[in-house]
Antibody
């Protein structure tokens, strides 16, 4: 059974760096065709895709947040880490990680998020 | 950047009805379009991937279609558990983006 669990601080101060960890169980982050992505959702608002790391260490980022985000993985502990710099109150949101599978729709590959963690709420406040 | 337009933003319907939600991409994305359902306070749940492939365990009442820039999610014979918010997600080049969401409410 695939499960994911997000962890990290519940409150960060403006300008600080947020570090979130996604602990993965039931699958290996090294398995071919597998990725782990991050999505956030501000209170009462829509989902926002943030980043994804593939089994082969390829990384993709939201263009609007690319300069602030870093996604990485610790294969020995089967975890994925997302860091976001220069946090602002508008970054207050629930952050989700999700197991993602690569599919092929000619002529491109893409990922879909088939199993999600429960999410972790982060508040940015001084 | 590619833009996603999902409509309507909200929708009222009755149990047993059929509803259609649309998602439009500003550029051709082929069939790289997924649909998710989110109930209040819960994580999103994958319904359909690759425009029309039903995720295992999802009811056959859900159907996805479209290609290129225009896509639809059809829900037949609405059940009480279907009243939720629905999001499309498109993949383009090296990134992805979600639609603005459609809140489906009981009439």
């Amino acid at each position: 059974q695939i499960t994911l669990w997000e962890s990290g601080p519940t409150v960060v101060k403006p300008t600080q760096t947020l570090t979130l960890t996604c602990t993965c169980s039931g699958f290996s982050v090294r398995t071919s065709g597998v990725g782990v992505g991050w999505v956030r959702q501000p209170p009462g608002k829509a989902l926002e895709w943030l980043a994804l790391i593939s089994w082969n260490d390829d990384t993709d980022y939201s263009p609007s947040l690319k300069n602030r985000l870093t996604i990485s993985k610790d294969t020995s502990r089967n975890k994925v880490v997302l860091t976001m710099t220069n946090m602002d109150p508008v970054d207050t949101a629930t952050y989700y990680c999700a197991h993602s599978l690569r599919d092929y729709q000619p002529p491109h590959y893409y990922f879909y998020m088939d199993v999600w963690g429960k999410g972790t709420t982060v508040t940015v406040s001084s | 950047d590619i833009q996603t337009t999902q409509s309507p933003s909200s929708l009222s319907a009755s149990p047993g009805d059929r509803v259609i939600i649309t998602c439009r991409a500003s550029q051709n994305i082929g069939s790289r379009l997924n649909w998710y359902q989110q109930r209040p306070g819960k994580a999103p749940r994958l319904l359909i991937y690759g425009t029309s492939s039903l995720q295992p365990g999802v009811s056959l009442r859900f159907r996805g279609s479209g290609t290129g820039t225009d896509f639809t999610l059809t829900i037949n014979d609405l059940q009480p558990e279907d009243f939720a918010t629905y999001y499309c997600q498109l993949s383009y080049s090296t990134f992805s983006t979600f639609g603005q969401g459609t809140k489906l409410e009981i009439k």
